[in-house]
């Protein structure tokens, strides 16, 4: 089924950015597809929209325009804006303004209420890490979480641009209604052993037992170091059931090429465990995806030397990648991915916290700020880690466990959630392996179910 919709604005100079923004509204749902035009009053449409100061006859809906982001001369900096509520049903819609203003309705008569398209737009661009300045951002040149927008304001577990695209939908009228949340499993392969060489032994026990002064983790580490040395099994050694076939639909697997820091060449794709990992992730349908280098975020010949390196290896095309340490230049990794023909990237999570660092889990092009261009590489957010997961349930994996699917049952249509799980999570010295590895059964139960 396809719907048209002309669009009607009257802002050339921003046509770029409006255009963007709506392709991205108004993606593929459901396969439901939507063909769009743009001031074009010899399409034939189903639906007209206009977005400015005026509304032209016969409009099934208009959108004000608020002049914040799409704005040459009076640009605010992002930490000054705030969102504001709006009603629609029985959820509520959040904005991005510059005001606060009393809870209203999203829409009336036909008209919204606030600028949905420069809302959407400053999530989906990452409008704000643009602006973002050195003092904001962590030793690893992120934007801290506590400095976002969404983190601010308390709604960085609402996938506030889904909501928006839903409530769009239903306000024209369409037949399209909320869509089960898709679910995909993705997976960091950092390090493959966790006893290597004996240096790296004798660190990890320096690092639990002196640094951290953590006894109960010493003897867990300790317990698991003898196990190893009985039967030669590594804990990381966690592959034959990870990659199990009975996983979900959509899965990937991020594999380290190369590198030049200390995060990186923690193994080798040279090591026979290496191939038998990616030997099996191949066998059991998963797609190898390359997990770029501390560096490469910001190096483009880096990168495509690892992406080289993976292919070779792996013996198959590489058109994903998650960046390591969820390092990303809004101004820079996206050209570098899109020279490099990675076509989608799964990097843009929080690193500390679940949830919806771009308002959306589902999938959309990237919008080069500096080029003022759509780009050819397509965003799969990241909505769910192993490690921020247990940062926020202080390591206690029952409270992991009931975040999780809290999370989950709140977000169960309208969106996609992206997890990821290392698999060196299962071998943390600080939780329970039994209990990690259930909580991960349980999850994989669930989404099957659901899928």
Request: aromatic fraction near 12%; charged fraction near 25%; proline fraction near 3%.
């Amino acid at each position: 089924m396809k719907t048209r919709i002309l669009f009607l604005h009257d802002s050339p100079e921003f046509s770029r950015e409006i255009e963007y923004t709506v392709r991205q509204l108004f993606c593929s749902v459901e396969g439901h597809e939507f063909e769009l035009g743009f001031n074009d009053e010899n399409f034939e449409a189903d639906y007209r929209i206009s977005y400015g100061d005026t509304i032209p006859p016969d409009v099934d809906l208009s959108i004000p325009r608020q002049r914040i982001l799409f704005n040459r001369s009076d640009r605010p900096i992002p930490g000054s804006l705030i969102s504001n509520r709006y009603a629609h049903g029985s959820r509520f819609l959040y904005s991005v303004e510059k005001h606060k203003r009393p809870d209203g309705q999203f829409a009336s008569n036909q008209a919204l209420h606030f600028d949905v398209l420069e809302a959407t737009f400053f999530h989906l661009t990452r409008y704000e890490e643009w602006y973002a300045s050195d003092d904001s951002l962590d030793k690893h040149g992120r934007l801290r979480s506590e400095a976002q927008f969404l983190v601010k304001e308390e709604l960085h577990r609402i996938p506030v641009v889904d909501h928006i695209r839903l409530a769009l939908l239903e306000t024209l009228g369409t037949s399209i209604s909320n869509w089960p949340t898709k679910h995909t499993l993705t997976h960091d392969i950092d390090c493959l052993r966790k006893f290597g060489s004996n240096k790296r032994i004798i660190r990890a026990f320096a690092r639990t037992f002196l640094k951290e002064k953590n006894l109960k983790k010493t003897i867990s580490l300790a317990r698991q170091f003898f196990e190893f040395r009985s039967t030669g099994k590594d804990p990381f050694d966690t592959f034959e059931w990870l990659f199990s076939k009975n996983r979900t639909k959509d899965r990937v697997v991020f594999f380290m090429s190369g590198g030049r820091t200390r995060y990186d060449n923690l193994y080798s794709l040279s090591d026979a465990e290496a191939g038998e990992a990616i030997g099996l992730a191949i066998s059991n349908g998963y797609e190898i995806g390359l997990h770029p280098s501390y560096v490469t975020y910001k190096d483009s010949g880096q990168l495509a030397e690892e992406r080289a390196a993976l292919a070779l290896g792996a013996r198959t095309e590489i058109t994903s990648s998650r960046q390591h340490i969820l390092r990303y230049s809004v101004s820079e990794t996206p050209r570098i991915l899109q020279e490099n023909k990675i076509r989608r990237d799964y990097t843009l999570g929080y690193a500390d916290k679940i949830g919806f660092r771009c308002g959306t889990g589902m999938e959309f092009s990237i919008f080069d700020l500096d080029l003022r261009q759509e780009l050819d590489v397509k965003e799969i957010p990241l909505v769910i880690m192993d490690g921020p997961l247990l940062m926020e349930a202080a390591y206690d994996v029952d409270k992991a466990k009931q975040l999780l699917f809290s999370f989950i049952q709140a977000n169960q249509s309208g969106t996609a959630i992206t997890y990821n799980f290392h698999n060196s999570i299962f071998a943390d010295a600080g939780v329970s392996t039994n209990s990690m590895k259930r909580l991960y059964e349980e999850l994989l139960q669930k989404i099957n179910d659901k899928s």
